[in-house]
């Protein structure tokens, strides 16, 4: 193993590390009446909502999506964290509405790939390279 002076002088190295890259706050202050602050856009707080396993029931989420948007929104976008897609012969075919355009989403939906070894997300993403499967529903996730 290392020795205990080795991991002594790795600790203050990257202690020193550490407060070498912070700013102090009268720097950021002088950035920021020099003209500086000007050419950043002030980044305003984005609410998000974070959603499990939808296994392809987009009605169930998207009227909790509403319901918590009335009572604590607004939000930006929802994130689904699980399995998006039902099962069966064709997983996919409750997002078939959103893709035609005979269904449209409240918010910004991304999915996040929970089945990656599953053909019907290959075949989604092979349609749709960008991972924009239907308007405002974006898989973030690419195959296995």
Known sequence: GRSADTRAREHASLAEARTSTRVPLPEVRAMASSGY?????PVKPQKVLIAGDVRGDFGLLYSKVIAAHQRHGPFSAVFCVGDFLGDGDDPASSLRPYMAGEKKTPITTYLLNARVD????????EGSPSGEIAKDIVLLAGPA
């Open 118 to 125: 599953c053909e019907a997300v290959r075949a989604l993403l």
């Open 37 to 41: 602050g000007d050419r950043i856009a």
